[in-house]
């Protein structure tokens, strides 16, 4: 089975043939940094992640474009809220955003262009759009003209343009040709930055920014533009509609992942709801809540709760454990093992995880009881598969990434390792002069500290109590 990929513009699997052999592009509409990051903002980091790990794994060359807006109304009002420049909101956010990708294990992008470096590229895209007879300019602003394109517009979010609303972008409607027209530039108000153009100063309008972005490291046509379901209309509607317009291809694939929810309510900061990276990983490890945000399909919508966060660390705490005590048996993985061929057709069926997941579940099944048998073996068979799985969804527990970082930060681990490890020779000595009630007195102590350990054939292990 090749890769198929659900493509939002034509509401079909479709199978993934790139716009270059071997290679692939990723555009990934990234963060709006008027705040700090929360899980539901970082699940589509998540699940962008494992597609360009999976692709990687599938033999192409990845370009992964993954932008920031630093500049657009919500910052602006932060601004002004707050009473600091806009670019100190900007960058404090972004560095948040930065830290928050890092920590959950994505792997840095192949380029990350901020909206407001530029502005060049959408000045040009402005007058392409202006020479074709699809945009124009009225007091300092410059505006889309939708009718100009209406028998395009609305493909993306299967809409019809007679049914749309105003787009609500601007104050005031009064110098749009039509209300639904959406703003590719707005003029000068006080107290906002401003960038020269032919039309006067002002700033870019949203949309703008993602379309000179993507065709300036990606070209005008490339494979996969990403982003959230919420995104749909108005924003990728808009990119696609000013691109194609002025004649390029733009997108070929439009992946959309699932909202994270709770209740009954989008995650958003406006509800108040947000949950942020850094209050998650105190009650779960990052390589936890990674796992809770790549096992449901990307497409599905996740309704939080502590409960099923808790579930997912559990889950994966049982993968980790049969990794730990298969690694004490097996030194030398093979990292070249081939992976199962139900767990390649997941990832190949539009990314499913989920049955991906179940792979994985079911090798660590067969491993621990190839491990109770001390089947060395079939253990290191396993082991591969298991670890090699985990690599593509960014899940080994014995990666660079895991093992040097955790919900409570770097070298934490080592030093409680170093301590428990002081108590479990006293607990060995006891042993061996046959004072067992001393010997379970030590471990019961470990216990109530929440470290479980475990006597096997290589001597004893620790954990922390699941």
């Known amino acids: 089975m090749s890769l198929r ?5 034509t509401r079909t699997v479709r199978e993934f043939v790139p716009v270059e052999p071997g290679r692939a592009s990723i555009y990934l509409c990234g963060a709006t940094v008027q705040a700090p990051p929360h899980i539901g903002h970082i699940r589509s980091g998540v699940n962008f992640d494992v597609l360009r790990r999976w692709m990687t794994r599938s033999g192409y060359d990845v370009t992964f474009c993954r932008n920031v807006t630093d500049i657009d109304d919500k910052i602006i009002r932060v601004s002004a809220e707050e009473g600091v420049p806009w670019f100190v909101v900007a960058e404090r956010n972004q560095r948040a955003f930065t830290w ?5 294990g994505c792997l840095p992008p192949t380029v990350e262009p901020r909206a407001t470096g530029h502005v060049p590229e959408m000045i040009e895209l402005m007058e392409r759009l202006i020479a074709a007879g699809h945009a124009y300019a009225a007091d300092g602003d410059v505006y889309f003209d939708v009718v100009s394109y209406a028998d395009r517009y609305g493909s993306l979010s299967n809409q019809k343009l007679e049914n749309m609303r105003a787009a609500g972008d601007t104050d005031t409607d009064s110098a749009k040709r039509d209300p639904r027209d959406f703003a590719l530039w707005k003029g000068e108000k006080p107290g906002e930055p401003t960038w020269p153009t032919p039309w006067g100063r002002g700033r870019p309008g949203w949309h703008l920014e993602c379309s000179a972005m993507a065709t300036k490291y990606l070209g ?5 533009h990403g982003g959230g379901v919420d995104l749909i209309f108005p924003h990728h509607e808009n990119e696609l509609t000013q691109s194609q317009a002025a004649g390029d291809g733009f997108a070929r694939y439009w992946m959309h992942n699932g909202m994270l929810k709770i209740g009954a309510e989008k995650m958003s900061k406006s509800l108040g709801n947000s949950l942020l990276i850094p209050e998650v990983t105190k009650k779960v490890r990052p390589v936890e809540l990674r796992y809770y945000l790549a096992a ?42 081939p992976l199962p061929q139900a767990f390649t057709d997941a990832l190949d069926d539009d990314l499913g995880t989920p049955q991906a997941l179940a792979v994985v579940h079911e090798v660590v099944r067969e491993g621990n009881v190839a491990l109770a048998r001390s089947d060395k073996e079939q253990v290191a068979r396993l082991l591969a598969e298991t670890q090699n799985m985990l690599d593509v969804l960014g899940l080994d527990p014995r990666s660079e990434q895991w093992r040097s970082s955790g919900g409570d930060g770097a070298g934490l681990r080592a030093t ?9 020779e006293q607990r060995q000595a006891a042993r ?13 102590q470990l216990a109530q500290a929440g470290i479980a350990v475990e006597d096997t054939p290589q001597g004893p292990r620790w954990e922390l109590s699941k």
């Open 5 to 9: 990929l659900y493509d939002t513009s």
């Open 220 to 224: 005008p046509t490339f494979d996969i």
């Open 432 to 444: 061996a002069r046959k004072d067992f009630a001393a010997a379970d007195a030590i471990r019961d």
């Open 100 to 104: 928050a990708y890092d920590v959950l």
């Open 416 to 424: 409680v390792d170093a301590l428990v490890a002081v108590a479990l």
């Open 296 to 337: 449901p399909h990307y497409r599905s919508s996740i309704d939080y709760s502590e409960e099923a966060l808790f579930e997912a660390a559990a889950a994966y705490q049982r993968i980790e454990g049969f990794v730990t005590r298969a690694a004490e048996m097996i030194h030398d993985v093979d990292a070249d093992a």
